[in-house]
Structures are given as structure tokens and as C-alpha cells.
């Protein structure tokens, strides 16, 4: 039932960017957390960001970035579409990975099948 698809990997050069998408059914989308992760060759899955399912009044968007991307990714999430972006830029060869989005719904942990993202130096 709950599926997430990514989308908007492919290969870029060394300081290019790429926008991930990750197209979420199945689950009332707007209530949940969204996650992004990454697994590089050689590499355990690690987590890339996070964006919350709550808006606070006043204040940005509560969201996680891991300490290697800080600065160069933006997450972002659009209710109305069942989707989260991942804009990526300054990208480098580090960021190389296949990237997965994730939910967290009942007692599960679901995962998209993935997109591949590949940096040239």
C-alpha cells in the first residue's frame, strides 16, 4: 500500500545540482516525517536529512541535515503534491550514492527503490 518513488538522480559534474524528488501514496503524507538517505559503494546507509510533518508558527521547518551536507542541501516538502525534494548543490564526488527516501508508518519502515546519483570530479 505506502510506496515512495524517486526520481531526479543522474550524473553531474563536480559544483553541479540535482533536485531529488520522492513521490509518496499510501499513507496520509502530510502527518508524517520524510527522510533521506544515501548509501555510497563501500558504505553503510547513512542519513543525508530529514524534514518534519510539523510547521512550527514563526520559525523555519524542522529539519536534520547531516553535518556533510549542511549548507549544500535543502529539503523541502509540497502537502499538495505528496512530495519531498532534496536540492542538492556544490555536489561532490563524496556525495556519489544511491539516495533513498523513507517513512516511518505504523510499525514499518518503508523505503523507495532508490536513485542513483553519480559526481564526477
Known amino acids: 500500500e505506502v510506496q515512495l518513488v524517486e526520481s531526479g538522480g543522474g550524473l553531474v559534474q563536480a559544483g553541479g545540482s540535482l533536485r531529488l524528488s520522492c513521490e509518496a501514496s499510501?499513507?496520509?503524507?502530510?502527518?508524517?516525517?520524510i527522510g533521506w538517505f544515501r548509501q555510497a559503494p563501500g558504505k553503510e546507509r547513512e542519513g543525508v536529512s530529514c524534514i518534519s510533518s510539523i510547521r512550527i508558527s514563526g520559525s523555519r521547518d524542522s529539519t536534520y541535515y547531516a553535518d556533510s551536507v549542511k549548507g549544500r542541501f535543502t529539503i523541502s516538502r509540497d502537502n499538495a503534491k505528496n512530495t519531498v525534494y532534496l536540492q542538492m548543490n556544490s555536489l561532490k564526488p563524496e556525495d556519489t550514492a544511491v539516495y533513498y527516501c523513507r517513512v516511518v508508518y505504523g510499525a514499518y519502515r518503508y523505503w523507495g527503490q532508490g536513485t542513483q546519483v553519480t559526481v564526477s570530479s
Open positions: 499510501g499513507f496520509p503524507f502530510e502527518d508524517y516525517a
